[in-house]
């Protein structure tokens, strides 16, 4: 009898533990306007009989930014921990006195951190190799992306939707400008990316920033469509009917084209 009641105040405890929101989450929550009804949570350790928090768990919701559990699972089994991408150089002619006869091919790997800064470092690199002027052409070689056509429309008739994106085709992001948005109302930024080509240009809000600098969409905020110029340049400005969240601390966005081919998000942009 005594093991069966410390079994049953055992149960009871977990089930208290699983049931009570943690205040800070609460509060979080609550600084963001989102309803508490409209959050789903299930945390327990891998070698945990039982969780320990339990909330709206068998709701089933937008799994947003969740997702990436399954693509880091994924990329952890099949690639390992250790993995890194790589962005390799080469040179078809001959180098002389610091000037290539010849092409010089980029071969992508996939690097999704391979940003405007991290090129600047790969074009240094380069010059300290030898190479100082280029007498024929750059090749962008991107073949690790090419895979089979993607339809963006088939899973919800909604082709510009990022998550319905495929392969990005080297869709590059926005840039955002550092100033405080226009009245809580007014986002400016620039694109570069392909000539002459449509573009629309979502804004999502956040509360932090990823290490990486990069952001996450918490918050759809607005979108406009632009139309890069012949060098491939766009300026914008995109109205927030809603304005700023109190919780929007920074901002990022995405650019996609007409085929689906969406961008990943840009570095955010702070707005304290």
């Known amino acids: 009898m005594t093991r069966l009641l410390l079994a049953l ?39 945990a009989a039982a969780p320990t928090l339990v909330i709206n768990a068998d709701r089933p919701l937008n799994p947003a930014s969740v997702m990436k559990l399954v693509t880091a699972f994924a990329v952890l089994e099949r690639l390992g921990p250790a993995f890194t991408w790589d962005t390799r150089v080469a040179l078809d002619g001959t ?13 992508g790997g996939g690097d999704p951190l391979l940003d405007v800064g991290r090129l ?30 993607h339809d963006p429309a088939a899973f919800d008739n909604r082709p510009l939707r990022p998550y319905n994106s495929g392969p990005n085709g080297l869709q590059n992001f926005p840039v955002l400008s550092d100033e405080p948005v226009q009245n809580d ?10 000539p002459n080509t449509a573009f629309r240009v979502e804004v999502f809000g956040l509360t932090t920033c990823d290490i990486s600098q990069h952001g996450e969409g918490e918050r759809f905020l607005g979108f406009v469509d632009v139309t890069t110029d012949a060098a491939g340049h766009a300026a914008f400005a995109v109205f927030l009917e809603n304005g700023l969240a109190p919780a929007d601390d920074f901002l990022t966005a995405t650019a996609t084209d007409s085929s689906g081919n969406s961008s990943e998000f840009s570095r955010c942009a702070q707005q304290l």
Do not use: F, Y
Request: charged residues 15%; aromatic residues 2%; glycine residues 8%.
């Open 95 to 107: 180098l002389r006195d610091g000037s290539l006869n010849g092409n010089l091919h980029l071969t």
């Open 185 to 194: 109302r007014l986002v400016h930024g620039t694109l570069d990316s392909t």
């Open 9 to 47: 105040s055992l149960l009871c405890a977990i089930a208290a533990n699983a049931a009570a929101m943690p205040s800070g989450v609460a509060r979080a929550l609550d600084e963001a306007g989102i309803p508490a009804a409209n959050v789903a949570i299930h945390v327990q350790a891998v070698d």
């Open 120 to 149: 600047w470092k790969l074009l240094a690199r380069t010059r300290a190799a030898g190479i100082t002027h280029i007498n024929g052409d750059i090749v962008l070689d991107g073949s690790t992306l090419r895979l089979p056509p």
